[in-house]
């Protein structure tokens, strides 16, 4: 009797001390990584596509600024919650140097997308896309498909597919605070920015 | 990866000059895709839309499936949607100078897919009906 209580004791100590033991063993849990480090950022490819007026935006055109690149279209549910919240960042960031830039890849151009547009009231340039540029930027599996460029013109993250709003809004932040790395520019990458991003997945 | 909507083969439909032929196929998603439905909810989503193009029959009216209204993450309405296996059916008028013997009655079927958290290009894929008309 007296080996048994003995023996329970020493089990509940070991039980407790196990507890404790994990508890402080814990690590803590990483911080989402919001934007990929420096070193593994590619250039963003230029492109040349018309707003609604007609005139050629350049990816170039907002060289030293962050861009959020996002690549949607009108019949996507998916784009369609997310541009509120652009055009909140469009608003909120616009003077620290933040520019949103909406690709539509819409078959019927602009007599799909100018009331939308207006329905919308979509605050930030908005260009027609085509099958060249969806090509530079990876093929674009499906939409929305968005692009975080940093202020050196490097692709920082990419988002397929509905994002969370939060993981944008850091991103900007994190890039926003981040000074342009000398020698970066918004060249034309030869091999598309991100070869190996997949719907479904950001990174 | 974008859905492939998969249309069945259907029997050779055999009719006569005059006559009125019902055709029906069936079509099926993969699971966790839905297609709008012919009638979606908003103006700017694109409908399931059959087109008959050529062929020596005439259309005359096609059913759609009915649609589900399902709720997704990314809308706060329920869509209008088809999923899973459906069926589009045709009534055909067969006229009577339809020539005789074996023909085909050609056609489109126009859908765009998503899933809970994107979508996927529109896409048009043909459908095609043997026909024997005596």
């Known amino acids: 009797m007296q080996t048994l209580r003995s023996k329970l004791r020493f089990a509940g100590i070991a039980i407790v001390a196990g507890i404790l033991g994990l508890v402080a063993c814990s690590p803590e849990r990483p911080a989402k990584k919001v934007v990929r480090d420096d070193s593994q950022r590619k250039h963003a490819p230029d492109f040349a596509l018309k707003d609604a007026n007609g005139k050629l935006v350049h990816l170039a055109d907002f060289q030293g600024k962050v861009v959020l690149l996002d690549f949607w279209a009108t019949w996507c549910g998916p784009c369609q919650e997310e541009i509120p919240w652009f055009t909140e960042f469009q608003r909120k960031y616009k003077d620290r140097g933040f520019e949103v830039v909406g690709v539509s890849m819409d078959d019927d151009g602009w007599k799909a997308i100018n009331p939308f547009v207006a329905r919308k009231k979509i605050n930030y340039r908005v260009v027609l896309g085509d099958d060249k540029t969806g090509d530079q930027y990876g093929g674009l599996e499906a939409l929305p498909t968005t692009f975080v460029i940093d202020r050196s013109g490097r692709i920082a993250s990419v988002h397929v597919g509905l994002a969370d709003k939060k993981d944008f809004e850091d991103a900007i932040e994190k890039l926003l605070e981040a000074p342009a790395v000398p020698g970066g520019d918004s060249s034309v990458s030869a091999n598309g920015p991100d070869a190996d991003h997949r719907a479904g997945a950001h990174s | ?134």
């Open chain 2, 1 to 134: 990866m974008a859905p492939t909507l998969t249309i069945a083969p259907v029997p050779t439909v055999r009719t006569h000059k005059g006559a009125v032929a019902t055709v029906t196929f069936k079509a099926v998603l993969p699971p966790g895709f839905h297609a709008n439905s012919n009638t979606p909810t908003d103006a700017y989503l694109i409908p399931l839309t059959l087109k008959w193009t050529g062929g020596p029959l005439q259309a005359d009216g096609i059913t759609y499936p009915k649609a589900a209204q399902e709720k997704y993450s990314f809308s706060e309405k329920p869509l209008s949607v088809v999923t899973g296996e459906f069926e589009i059916t045709t009534k055909f008028k067969v006229p009577a100078d339809a020539p005789n013997g074996a023909s085909a009655e050609n056609g489109t079927l126009r859908y765009q897919a998503c899933n809970d958290r994107m979508c996927f290009a529109p896409k048009t894929v043909p459908v095609s009906i043997s026909l024997s008309v005596e």
